[in-house]
């Protein structure tokens, strides 16, 4: 039986008839064509499918997308806002905190989160925060990096840091 | 023209802005109007004979298209392919279907593929396939594998030994003589499972009428999968195209031909759409290929100075259930030819046993075969160290190759060093470590009780893997030169066409500063292209850390061509000999008169108008060029990590963590440290984290990334880098690679350390991993007895 | 990673709920999903029909109930972590919260769903042992109050009846002098417990235990009482020694799970060893 959803997603609000099963990451991937969103894991662990649902990174694999009817989405293509780079985008490319870029997308969505939590965060707590993000490619260094390059502009510049 | 990024600089990488704002194309990306998904039912035994399929119900569910089984695919796709059949070796290579015929010989072995409308419907059809099996006995440890009476994977190997290899120099028995000291020692290298954050997958579209096959997949080497594929299915090369743009990670485990990607194809053909399959996580764990997976015993003879003279190797490596693409290189010729590493040992002779299983193939998996020779000869000067009471950095220093005896041939004569210093980098390495300090510090922790160890390694690596004549003469099915062509366009604007196939080590930037280098064409003017074969000229690929020994240099000669040929260009233009031109910074003037010049983008344009050219020359700047070096290259480095053992819990800590790499000359060193602090954090988790567990059933225990445990964020410091140059001098740039350096050092590092931290409890050695649990048990043997 | 199908029903009330709980027997709830989705993924669990509670007014928010705290049963980690009234009276359930998988699986995973799952490896079945927590059900015979010691049956097992919801869990205020800790030892790979330990320690006014709680996750099947050491613990000062032969019995008497990081020997060590360590903790707070 097939569910209506209506889902606001970088803006755009799309309604939907979806089976009650599929997963939010596989709605934004295969029904909204954000391809943007990627699936590296099957049991919640990696975080490369974290997108931004009401404010708070979630890992869309692990959500239905009827859970998701109603809610203001923010996914890796609706981040950068009026061509200008978020401050974390801009963080990972300075500080070369990627290197296939296939976590990165999760990694700059969960980092979001971080930051608004603790916007002046540790080296060990960057790392703490990271916890549901998993790199196989960088060894994680620059990606620390990048987010302390992201809180330092951030703060300097707090216009920045309150967007979702 | 100005050179935005001179050679050295570690300009931001230009692959950056579409992958962090989600405009990557990765294989997963690929939609085609009436794509199907394919799921794949795979055998939950470890050795069973199929009795029966029943796919009557699946068949009738919703969205099926269509279901297929070994038995009908006998006659679509010939069976995966080994490519790599060593010399020195006698081996038998067993027949691997894409789908099982009538036996399984792994959990995973592919039983059935089912396409559906999409990949929810596909899994559903999959669950309701009724399969009879009849299970078998099952072997999973190849030690186990080799002893008579032990289940047989297949009548054609006899005891399980797909090949024994033999590798040997000098006189090794005669160096066990006249030894001061020898011992023997049992070092296992577990398996681990590579997980590339992107699993392996691919699009398999194949066209009606013009009898084409598209495929998109998740490759370090289109070519070698277009040829391969070719074989396999007789599709000929002329009418397949293979492309593989952004791949999320590979480390080994993406040069393989995958069943997967066979069945994609030809059922791609046979029914006309376009079928899409992804494995999962945990299909990728029993699936794609896993590295490793070796018992090595070792027998050393030295000198009481801490000399090896000798060294006697018989190594054991799993293989798993088949012998995957170029698996069996990676335990024979490139495992040998590494084992006597940074020091000049004149006896050495190696066994290898590649033995059947009924577990996952194994495969390269980064470093392949390199980093299981390192932690072999690393851990051995240790144990020489520990049994001597020398210094481990002393008896390393006995046994470096002299910086004047390059280049080096080892022992067996089967490869030479290209050049090194490895004093240099290990004086550096203590210097930035404080050597002298920090074994102070040891001897206060000790004091206090605390558990605290120095480990080293000074490892070499052999990397850009070439030359093509090595390959041949090493059993490798492909040749390892590598191709380049600069296309300059009317505009100056540059397009660079590679035949190596990047997974994220950055040559899409590199390579523009290569050109850049020596064109004088900005950055932002050159696009460089992979991964798509009908547009690039044969090439190898990515793996072995060669892409920018060896791709870069095919890549510089193409240019070089592009030079010379705008040099004559701009001298006829300024009616000057070519003898009386400069090419400097991408325009061509007349020595001494810089005025007297012609811009790169003026050249190029009379290139292609072709008004007036010089006699003799054609028109167009198009150049290509097939470059085969005449070795390998063998950067080098130390490494030293300090580790502390909480006690309680016997977690190892690493609380500093030095490498001094040699990589050559470096094209841009943010890049290089990146690929280094990846591949550190990589070889640190085999050592204390990462392990694929078998059971006694051949269930893959570590099936699921919930019980497969790669690093995170938290689980090691920041690195402390530095570099010395020691170019190469067998390439244009002298450059040595970078790719799997850290991999191959960190795993012995962090291990000797470890072991030296548990040295007052009186450890010498144990196996990896050294878990909180393997430790905790060692200290708390320790303490009962 | 492709759940099997099932009927979705998104009740807006607590009667709704049971009422298809009933109607559904094959039924679940989903909460936060967190536990359940992962098991539906791997088609380990494939229930007939899910409940989505997400939108049952009610079952949200945290309130300061007669000093002490009570949880709507939708109560996310993150909101734990980000409240005053935990922060002020519960400060444990914010520190405990905090080491519960990542960012993301705090924003989704809720407590009810923690408890009522009862994963052997989940941190707040601990947690709420040793707080003495109250559960507040729904069913069909109306309300009832369930108290912690009550609740965990076995692996992902309860008294909670079929047909019930949690709707709310309570925590009394802690006594005067009384120092709560939680202390993990998470899994390499899961993030889960391999042992967790929470403590609640209250000093009497001559400054020896007075009261005790520990409890022991991951462990075991179930998260349980540490009997052993807190009755070795009450009228004891708390000195290092004291506390470590309490610890020593925190492993009497328990099963322990196995798997490829951690055997049974090696779980029974770190239970005594992080309980030691909780016990610590908590000490020194009550006496801070
Ligand atoms: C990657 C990852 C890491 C995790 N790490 C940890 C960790 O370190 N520690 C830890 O403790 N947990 C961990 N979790 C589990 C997470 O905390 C759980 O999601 C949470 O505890 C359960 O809450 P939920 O709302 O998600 O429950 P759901 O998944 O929605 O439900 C779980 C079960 O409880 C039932 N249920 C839910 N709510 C109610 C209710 N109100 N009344 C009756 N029954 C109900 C459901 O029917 C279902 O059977 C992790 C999860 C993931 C995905
Ligand atoms: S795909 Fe969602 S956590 Fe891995
Ligand atoms: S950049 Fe490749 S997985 Fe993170």
Same mark, same amino acid.
């Given at each position: 039986?097939?569910?209506?959803?209506?889902?606001?997603?970088?803006?755009?609000?799309?309604?939907?008839?979806?089976?009650?099963?599929?997963?939010?990451?596989?709605?934004?991937?295969?029904?909204?064509?954000?391809?943007?969103?990627?699936?590296?894991?099957?049991?919640?662990?990696?975080? +490369?499918?974290?997108?931004?649902?009401?404010?708070?990174?979630?890992?869309?694999?692990?959500?239905? +997308?009827?859970?998701?009817?109603?809610?203001?989405?923010?996914?890796?293509?609706?981040?950068?806002?009026?061509?200008?780079?978020?401050?974390?985008?801009?963080?990972?490319?300075?500080?070369?905190?990627?290197?296939?870029?296939?976590?990165?997308?999760?990694?700059?969505?969960?980092?979001?989160?971080?930051?608004?939590?603790?916007?002046?965060?540790?080296?060990?707590?960057?790392?703490?925060?990271?916890?549901?993000?998993?790199?196989?490619?960088?060894?994680?260094?620059?990606?620390?990096? +990048?987010?302390?390059?992201?809180?330092?502009?951030?703060?300097?510049?707090?216009?920045?840091?309150?967007?979702? | 023209?100005?050179?935005?990024?001179?050679?050295?600089?570690?300009?931001?990488?230009?692959?950056?802005?579409?992958?962090?704002?989600?405009?990557?194309?990765?294989?997963?990306?690929?939609?085609?109007?009436?794509?199907?998904?394919?799921?794949?039912?795979?055998?939950?035994?470890?050795?069973?004979?199929?009795?029966?399929?029943?796919?009557?119900?699946?068949?009738?569910?919703?969205?099926?298209?269509?279901?297929?089984?070994?038995?009908?695919?006998?006659?679509?796709?010939?069976? @995966?392919?080994?490519?790599?059949?060593?010399?020195?070796?006698?081996?038998?290579?067993?027949?691997?279907?894409?789908?099982?015929?009538?036996?399984?010989?792994?959990?995973?072995?592919?039983?059935?593929?089912?396409?559906?409308?999409?990949?929810?419907?596909?899994?559903?059809?999959?669950?309701?396939?009724?399969?009879?099996?009849?299970?078998?006995?099952?072997? @999973?440890?190849?030690?186990?594998?080799?002893?008579?009476?032990?289940?047989?994977?297949?009548?054609?190997?006899?005891?399980?030994?797909? !090949?024994?290899?033999?590798?040997?120099?000098?006189?090794?028995?005669?160096?066990?003589?006249?030894?001061?000291?020898?011992?023997?020692?049992?070092?296992?290298?577990?398996?681990?499972?590579?997980?590339?954050?992107?699993?392996?997958?691919?699009?398999?579209?194949?066209?009606?009428?013009?009898?084409?096959?598209?495929?998109?997949?998740?490759?370090?080497?289109?070519?070698?999968?277009?040829?391969?594929?070719?074989?396999?299915?007789?599709?000929?090369?002329?009418?397949?195209?293979?492309?593989?743009?952004?791949?999320?990670?590979?480390?080994?485990?993406?040069?393989?031909?995958?069943?997967?990607?066979?069945?994609?194809?030809?059922?791609?053909?046979?029914?006309?759409?376009?079928?899409?399959?992804?494995?999962?996580?945990?299909?990728?764990?029993?699936?794609?290929?896993?590295?490793?997976?070796?018992?090595?015993?070792?027998?050393?003879?030295?000198?009481?100075?801490?000399?090896?003279?000798?060294?006697?190797?018989?190594?054991?490596?799993?293989?798993?259930?088949?012998?995957?693409?170029?698996?069996?290189?990676?335990?024979?010729?490139?495992?040998?030819?590494?084992?006597?590493?940074?020091?000049?040992?004149?006896?050495?002779?190696?066994?290898?046993?590649?033995?059947?299983?009924?577990?996952?193939?194994?495969?390269?998996?980064?470093?392949?075969?390199?980093?299981?020779?390192?932690?072999?000869?690393?851990?051995?000067?240790?144990?020489?160290?520990?049994?001597?009471?020398?210094?481990?950095?002393?008896?390393?220093?006995?046994?470096?190759?002299?910086?004047?005896? !390059?280049?080096?041939?080892?022992?067996?004569?089967?490869?030479?060093?290209?050049?090194?210093?490895?004093?240099?980098?290990?004086?550096?390495?203590?210097?930035?470590?404080?050597?002298?300090?920090?074994?102070?510090?040891?001897?206060?922790?000790?004091?206090?009780?605390?558990?605290?160890?120095?480990? !080293?390694?000074?490892?070499?690596?052999?990397? =850009?893997?070439?030359?093509?004549?090595?390959?041949?003469?090493?059993?490798?099915?492909?040749?390892?030169?590598?191709?380049?062509?600069?296309?300059?366009?009317?505009?100056?604007?540059?397009?660079?066409?590679?035949?190596?196939?990047?997974?994220?080590?950055?040559?899409?930037?590199?390579?523009?500063?290569?050109?850049?280098?020596?064109?004088?064409?900005?950055?932002?003017?050159?696009?460089?292209?992979?991964?798509?074969?009908?547009?690039?000229?044969?090439?190898? =690929?990515?793996?072995?850390?060669?892409?920018?020994?060896?791709?870069?240099?095919?890549?510089?000669?193409?240019?070089?061509?592009?030079?010379?040929?705008?040099?004559?260009?701009?001298?006829?233009?300024?009616?000057?000999?070519?003898?009386?031109?400069?090419?400097?910074?991408?325009?061509?003037?007349?020595?001494?008169?810089?005025?007297?010049?012609?811009?790169?983008?003026?050249?190029?344009?009379?290139?292609?108008?072709?008004?007036?050219?010089?006699?003799? @020359?054609?028109?167009?700047?198009?150049?290509?060029?097939?470059?085969?070096?005449?070795?390998?290259?063998?950067?080098?480095?130390?490494?030293?990590?300090?580790?502390?053992?909480?006690?309680?819990?016997?977690?190892?800590?690493?609380?500093?963590?030095?490498?001094?790499?040699?990589?050559?000359?470096?094209?841009?060193?943010?890049?290089?440290?990146?690929?280094?602090?990846?591949?550190?954090?990589?070889?640190?988790?085999?050592?204390?984290?990462?392990?694929?567990?078998?059971?006694?059933? =051949?269930?893959?225990?570590?099936?699921?990334?919930?019980?497969?445990?790669?690093?995170?964020?938290?689980?090691?410091?920041?690195?402390?880098?530095?570099?010395?140059?020691?170019?190469?001098?067998?390439?244009?740039?002298?450059?040595?690679?970078?790719?799997?350096?850290?991999?191959?050092?960190?795993?012995?590092?962090?291990?000797?350390?470890?072991?030296?931290?548990?040295?007052?409890?009186?450890?010498?050695?144990?196996?990896?991993?050294?878990?909180?649990?393997?430790?905790?048990?060692?200290?708390?043997?320790?303490?009962?007895? | 990673?492709? /759940?099997?199908?099932?009927?979705?029903?998104? /009740?807006?009330?607590?009667?709704?709920?049971?009422?298809?709980?009933?109607?559904?027997?094959?039924?679940?709830?989903?909460?936060?999903?967190?536990?359940?989705?992962?098991?539906?993924?791997?088609?380990?669990?494939?229930?007939?029909?899910?409940?989505?509670?997400?939108?049952?007014?009610?079952?949200?928010?945290?309130?300061?109930?007669?000093?002490?705290?009570?949880?709507?049963?939708?109560?996310?980690?993150?909101?734990?972590?980000?409240?005053?009234?935990?922060?002020?009276?519960? /400060?444990?359930?914010?520190?405990?919260?905090?080491?519960?998988?990542?960012?993301?699986?705090?924003?989704?995973?809720?407590?009810?769903?923690?408890?009522?799952?009862?994963?052997?490896?989940?941190?707040?079945?601990?947690?709420?042992?040793?707080?003495?927590?109250?559960?507040?059900?729904?069913?069909?015979?109306?309300?009832?109050?369930?108290?912690?010691?009550?609740?965990?049956?076995?692996?992902?097992?309860?008294?909670?009846?079929? &047909?019930?919801?949690?709707?709310?869990?309570?925590?009394?205020?802690?006594?005067?002098?009384?120092?709560?800790?939680?202390?993990?030892?998470?899994?390499?790979?899961?993030?889960?417990?391999?042992?967790?330990?929470?403590?609640?320690?209250?000093?009497?006014?001559?400054?020896?235990?007075?009261?005790?709680?520990?409890?022991?996750?991951?462990?075991?099947?179930?998260?349980?009482?540490?009997?052993?050491? &807190?009755?070795?613990?009450?009228?004891?000062?708390?000195?290092?020694?004291?506390?470590?032969?309490?610890?020593?019995?925190?492993?009497?008497?328990?099963?322990?799970?196995?798997?490829?990081?951690?055997?049974?020997?090696?779980?029974?060590?770190?239970?005594?060893?992080?309980?030691?360590?909780?016990?610590?903790?908590?000490? &020194?707070?009550?006496?801070?």
């Amino acid at each position: 039986m097939k569910q209506q959803v209506t889902i606001t997603v970088n803006g755009t609000t799309h309604t939907n008839e979806v089976e009650p099963r599929l997963l939010l990451v596989h709605y934004l991937r295969d029904v909204l064509d954000l391809t943007g969103t990627h699936v590296g894991c099957d049991t919640s662990q990696c975080g +490369a499918c974290t997108i931004e649902m009401n404010g708070s990174a979630v890992k869309s694999c692990t959500v239905l +997308a009827v859970q998701a009817d109603g809610a203001e989405i923010t996914t890796i293509e609706g981040l950068a806002k009026g061509g200008e780079l978020h401050p974390i985008q801009e963080g990972f490319w300075e500080m070369h905190g990627l290197q296939c870029g296939f976590c990165t997308p999760g990694m700059i969505m969960t980092s979001v989160n971080l930051l608004k939590n603790n916007p002046h965060p540790t080296e060990a707590e960057i790392r703490h925060g990271l916890e549901g993000n998993l790199c196989r490619c960088t060894g994680y260094q620059n990606i620390v990096k +990048a987010i302390q390059y992201a809180a330092d502009k951030m703060s300097a510049e707090p216009a920045a840091a309150g967007d979702d | 023209m100005v050179a935005s990024s001179p050679f050295g600089s570690s300009i931001k990488r230009r692959e950056d802005p579409r992958l962090i704002t989600g405009a990557g194309h990765y294989t997963d990306d690929v939609r085609l109007p009436g794509m199907l998904s394919m799921a794949i039912l795979r055998s939950p035994h470890a050795h069973a004979r199929i009795v029966n399929i029943d796919t009557s119900a699946a068949k009738a569910m919703p969205g099926v298209v269509a279901i297929y089984t070994g038995a009908d695919l006998v006659d679509l796709v010939a069976p @995966v392919p080994c490519a790599w059949q060593p010399k020195n070796s006698d081996i038998k290579v067993p027949e691997y279907r894409p789908l099982a015929v009538d036996t399984v010989r792994y959990v995973g072995d592919g039983v059935a593929a089912v396409v559906a409308e999409n990949r929810y419907m596909a899994e559903d059809a999959a669950a309701a396939i009724n399969v009879q099996y009849d299970t078998l006995p099952v072997v @999973v440890h190849q030690l186990d594998a080799m002893k008579d009476g032990a289940p047989q994977l297949y009548d054609s190997v006899p005891n399980n030994v797909a !090949f024994h290899f033999h590798l040997e120099g000098g006189d090794v028995d005669a160096a066990f003589q006249k030894a001061d000291l020898t011992f023997k020692q049992r070092l296992v290298n577990q398996r681990l499972i590579p997980n590339a954050m992107e699993t392996r997958g691919a699009v398999a579209s194949y066209q009606r009428g013009s009898n084409e096959l598209t495929l998109w997949c998740t490759t370090q080497n289109p070519h070698i999968v277009r040829f391969l594929m070719s074989l396999c299915t007789n599709i000929p090369e002329t009418q397949i195209r293979v492309l593989s743009q952004d791949i999320g990670g590979g480390f080994g485990s993406k040069i393989a031909m995958q069943a997967g990607e066979m069945i994609a194809s030809v059922i791609s053909k046979d029914l006309l759409r376009p079928i899409k399959w992804m494995e999962d996580r945990s299909e990728n764990y029993v699936s794609t290929t896993h590295g490793r997976d070796h018992v090595d015993d070792v027998e050393v003879a030295a000198m009481k100075d801490g000399r090896v003279v000798g060294l006697k190797v018989t190594a054991y490596a799993n293989m798993g259930a088949y012998l995957s693409t170029a698996a069996p290189g990676v335990p024979t010729w490139l495992f040998t030819v590494t084992q006597s590493g940074a020091y000049d040992i004149p006896n050495v002779a190696s066994d290898v046993y590649g033995v059947l299983t009924n577990t996952t193939a194994t495969d390269a998996y980064r470093g392949a075969g390199r980093p299981e020779a390192t932690y072999l000869i690393e851990r051995v000067m240790d144990l020489v160290a520990k049994k001597l009471n020398l210094d481990p950095t002393e008896v390393r220093r006995k046994n470096f190759i002299p910086s004047d005896a !390059f280049p080096y041939s080892i022992a067996s004569g089967a490869i030479a060093y290209d050049s090194g210093d490895y004093d240099k980098t290990l004086d550096r390495a203590l210097e930035m470590i404080d050597y002298a300090a920090l074994r102070k510090e040891q001897e206060q922790a000790r004091a206090e009780g605390r558990l605290f160890g120095v480990g !080293f390694s000074t490892y070499i690596e052999v990397c =850009g893997l070439a030359p093509s004549a090595a390959a041949g003469a090493m059993g490798f099915g492909g040749g390892l030169y590598e191709s380049a062509v600069v296309r300059v366009h009317p505009t100056g604007k540059v397009t660079v066409l590679t035949g190596i196939n990047p997974q994220g080590q950055g040559e899409g930037t590199t390579f523009a500063q290569l050109l850049n280098g020596e064109l004088g064409v900005p950055v932002e003017d050159i696009e460089i292209v992979w991964g798509d074969t009908d547009r690039i000229p044969m090439g190898w =690929g990515t793996y072995g850390s060669r892409s920018t020994a060896v791709g870069g240099s095919a890549l510089v000669f193409a240019a070089r061509k592009v030079r010379d040929k705008m040099m004559k260009i701009g001298a006829h233009l300024l009616e000057v000999s070519p003898e009386e031109v400069v090419f400097d910074q991408g325009s061509v003037h007349v020595k001494g008169a810089p005025d007297q010049v012609k811009s790169f983008g003026e050249i190029a344009l009379a290139a292609y108008t072709a008004w007036n050219m010089p006699e003799g @020359v054609t028109p167009g700047l198009d150049e290509s060029y097939f470059f085969d070096p005449v070795s390998n290259t063998f950067p080098f480095g130390a490494h030293v990590c300090v580790v502390e053992i909480d006690k309680d819990s016997g977690k190892a800590d690493v609380r500093r963590y030095v490498a001094v790499d040699d990589v050559g000359n470096v094209i841009n060193p943010m890049i290089v440290d990146g690929q280094i602090h990846g591949g550190i954090a990589q070889g640190l988790a085999q050592a204390v984290l990462e392990t694929a567990v078998y059971d006694d059933n =051949g269930q893959l225990l570590s099936g699921t990334m919930m019980d497969y445990a790669i690093p995170k964020a938290s689980s090691f410091p920041n690195y402390e880098l530095d570099r010395t140059v020691t170019p190469c001098p067998f390439n244009p740039m002298g450059l040595k690679g970078v790719g799997e350096a850290g991999t191959i050092a960190s795993t012995p590092a962090i291990m000797n350390a470890i072991v030296d931290a548990l040295s007052p409890l009186g450890v010498e050695h144990f196996d990896m991993p050294a878990s909180p649990q393997r430790i905790w048990q060692l200290v708390h043997e320790q303490k009962g007895n | 990673m492709y /759940p099997s199908a099932f009927d979705y029903f998104r /009740p807006s009330s607590v009667d709704e709920v049971v009422k298809l709980l009933q109607e559904n027997p094959e039924g679940k709830i989903i909460a936060g999903g967190h536990s359940l989705l992962p098991m539906m993924k791997l088609r380990l669990a494939a229930p007939a029909s899910l409940i989505d509670i997400g939108r049952v007014p009610g079952l949200d928010g945290i309130r300061s109930d007669n000093g002490g705290v009570a949880f709507g049963a939708r109560t996310t980690y993150d909101q734990i972590i980000k409240s005053d009234v935990v922060q002020q009276t519960l /400060p444990v359930a914010a520190e405990a919260a905090g080491v519960v998988g990542d960012i993301q699986v705090r924003n989704r995973g809720t407590i009810g769903g923690s408890i009522a799952h009862a994963d052997p490896a989940a941190d707040f079945p601990a947690v709420l042992l040793a707080l003495d927590a109250k559960v507040n059900a729904t069913g069909p015979n109306g309300q009832r109050t369930i108290g912690i010691d009550d609740f965990f049956v076995d692996m992902f097992t309860t008294s909670l009846e079929p &047909e019930e919801i949690v709707t709310e869990i309570s925590v009394a205020k802690p006594a005067a002098k009384t120092g709560m800790a939680y202390e993990k030892f998470s899994h390499p790979a899961s993030g889960y417990a391999i042992v967790g330990v929470a403590a609640s320690v209250t000093l009497g006014n001559d400054g020896n235990v007075s009261a005790a709680r520990i409890a022991i996750t991951g462990a075991g099947p179930i998260a349980v009482r540490a009997n052993g050491t &807190e009755s070795a613990l009450v009228g004891q000062a708390p000195t290092a020694e004291n506390v470590k032969a309490a610890a020593q019995k925190a492993s009497d008497g328990m099963t322990f799970l196995g798997d490829i990081h951690a055997g049974e020997e090696y779980r029974a060590h770190l239970t005594r060893v992080f309980t030691e360590r909780a016990i610590n903790k908590a000490v &020194e707070r009550a006496q801070g």
